[in-house]
């Protein structure tokens, strides 16, 4: 099941993703904001639910995860996150979440946080907007402008329209299929890669 949460642009946030959930609410919705709740914003960027159902929630100023009723959340002032302003989150086969950030990648093996920047990193880039994990744990990075860039937990590499089948430089959508394919959605079609075989979609074919 979906739970879709629409901006009304009166008393809802926004939020730009679509959380998966076994449950539905039966008895309408139940509002959660900065005010009445330990969500440090009200402003969603992106929200995940992982393997143990745990809800984690990007935000202008923060990343917040709701286990049932307890909240946790993460800020620059409590933890080694990169950045407050959090632009993806996901999730890896291995339950490690993973956030994008305009400062930088993030990873949260649930006890300790590691941050790849260009100070301590060799990332090519770090104004991450979107983030999915592939099944062999490889994580990509999609960006505004920069194309999209792979990372094995060991090497960084860069794709874009000249140097790969990637359909445009504007990465506006990422996400890996149950079946753990990667899917790359772009300012000038999609690319589905899958061990390590692209194809490219758009309009004419």
Same mark, same amino acid.
């Given at each position: 099941y979906a739970v879709r949460f629409v901006d009304c642009n009166q008393n809802l946030s926004s939020v730009s993703n679509i959380a998966e959930s076994?449950?539905?609410?039966?008895?309408?919705?139940?509002? !959660?904001?900065?005010? *009445? $709740?330990?969500? +440090?914003?009200?402003k969603i960027t992106s929200?995940?639910?992982?393997?143990? /159902?745990?809800?984690?929630?990007?935000t202008y100023n923060g990343l917040a995860c709701k286990?049932?009723?307890?909240?946790?959340?993460?800020?620059?002032?409590?933890?080694?996150?990169?950045?407050?302003?959090?632009?993806?989150?996901?999730?890896?086969?291995?339950?490690?979440?993973?956030?994008?950030?305009?400062?930088?990648?993030?990873?949260?093996d649930g006890t300790e946080w590691?941050? !790849?920047?260009?100070? *301590? $990193?060799?990332? +090519?880039?770090?104004?991450?907007?979107?983030?999915?994990v592939?099944?062999? /744990?490889?994580v990509w990075l999609g960006y505004a402008q920069y194309g999209a860039v792979s990372f094995d937990q060991k090497n960084w590499t860069v794709y874009n329209?000249?140097?790969?089948?990637?359909k445009g430089n504007t990465v506006y959508a990422l996400s890996r299929d149950s079946r753990g394919v990667i899917w790359i959605?772009?300012?000038?079609?999609?690319?589905?890669?899958?061990?390590g075989n692209w194809a490219a979609f758009d309009p004419t074919n």
């Open positions: 076994r449950n539905i609410w039966l008895n309408g919705w139940t509002y !959660f904001n900065a005010t *009445n $709740s330990p969500l +440090p914003s009200n929200m995940i639910r992982d393997s143990r /159902g745990r809800l984690w929630l990007g286990d049932g009723e307890e909240w946790q959340t993460y800020q620059t002032s409590n933890s080694a996150i990169p950045y407050d302003l959090i632009t993806s989150v996901a999730e890896g086969p291995d339950g490690v979440i993973w956030v994008g950030t305009p400062h930088g990648l993030g990873r949260f590691l941050s !790849f920047t260009k100070a *301590n $990193s060799d990332i +090519p880039k770090e104004e991450i907007s979107r983030v999915a592939a099944l062999d /744990g490889s329209p000249a140097n790969s089948p990637l959605g772009t300012n000038s079609g999609v690319n589905r890669v899958e061990a």
